[in-house]
């Protein structure tokens, strides 16, 4: 009970800091990268959706739960650069968040070594207090924030560099318009993205990859940073871990059940006081890719050869 008490008090005062560490860190950030950087969109060719359910630290009352959805696809057969949607919903204590994002990405060639991207996002957030007081007398403490709920536009902006041998660079900002809830005194404060990685492609066998990523993310005062390494077993399955600076350290695996569908979860397990309440972290991912398939050519045939 105190620690619960002690957390939800935790809670509060994160709320009503315009200082706090405000976004959300997804374990499976490879799956979640339309809403982190809006330059990624339709980078990958076909169409592609991932949903992410992430429970951080299972048993602890008011802990945060989220839900992503991410809807991508490359607009190369029929336009330029590629289109997608982002949404996702937080919850944490007595805090709602919500978030939709349209996305657009242009594609710069750079001579032969990659193609750079250039992406927006513009959508809406939605930002909720539903705190639930049990006060000890029947009187309302008026210093006790109330419910309430309130809109906000909001923007990402960011650049991503693919190079043709297999390593990317991607730089971003979430929040550029520092989008404020007048309703709840509560301003959101950009943020910014780091993201670098590398694909060994058949380098432990035909269709055996190794692949390295880093993550990093800041909002220029707290700073989170994640290496990841994945093992990428032909169309099978994949196996990683990941070391975060807050202490935490991540297993995922993941395998795909049927042509075009990705099925992986991960846990995180907190080396600190956390341990001692918490089951750990738990995430699930779904994603689904489409890839049209290459229409057969049709061949002519002179009349003199029927």
């Known amino acids: ?13 994160v709320a009503d800091s315009v200082l706090a560490q405000q976004d959300i860190l997804m374990t ?10 809006p330059a990624i969109t339709g980078v990958e060719e076909g169409l592609s959706s ?16 989220t839900a992503i959805f991410n809807c991508e696809m490359n607009l190369s057969k029929y336009a330029v650069g590629g289109a997608g ?33 250039v992406g927006l996002g513009l959508g809406l957030l939605n930002f909720g207090l539903e705190p639930n007081w049990i006060p000890p007398t029947s009187s309302v403490d008026a210093s006790l924030p109330t419910a309430s709920s309130g809109n906000s536009i909001d923007g ?14 991607g730089f971003s900002s979430a929040h550029i318009n520092k989008p404020t809830i007048h309703t709840s005194n509560f301003t959101f404060e950009r943020h910014y993205f780091v993201n670098v990685g590398h694909r060994l492609s058949n380098i432990l066998g035909p ?17 989170v940073g994640d290496i990841n390494i994945r093992y990428l077993h032909a169309n099978l399955f994949y196996a990683g871990l990941t070391a975060r600076t807050t202490n ?17 979860y991960s846990f995180d397990l907190n080396a600190n006081s956390i341990l001692s309440a918490s089951n750990g972290t ?25």
């Open 1 to 13: 009970m105190i620690k619960n008490l002690l957390f939800c008090l935790l809670i509060v005062f």
């Open 28 to 37: 499976h950030f490879m799956f979640d990268k339309l809403r982190i950087n």
């Open 50 to 65: 991932a949903m992410v359910y992430r429970n951080q630290w299972d048993k602890v009352a008011g802990a945060p739960n």
């Open 85 to 117: 949607l982002s949404f996702y919903h937080d919850a944490i204590g007595p805090i709602r968040q919500n978030r939709l994002l349209l996305n657009y990405a242009y594609p710069f060639q750079i001579g032969e070594s990659g193609v750079l991207n």
């Open 156 to 169: 990402n902006f960011g650049v991503y560099y693919k190079s043709f041998k297999g390593y990317f660079v």
């Open 207 to 223: 269709k055996r990859d190794l692949e390295a990523q880093v993550l990093v993310m800041s909002d220029l005062i707290k700073h």
């Open 248 to 264: 935490t350290y991540c297993m995922m695996a993941g395998f795909y059940p049927l042509k075009n569908i990705t099925l992986g």
């Open 282 to 306: 738990h995430e699930i991912v779904l994603r689904y890719r489409y890839i049209a398939p290459i229409p057969p050519s049709e061949k002519s045939k002179h009349p003199r050869w029927l």
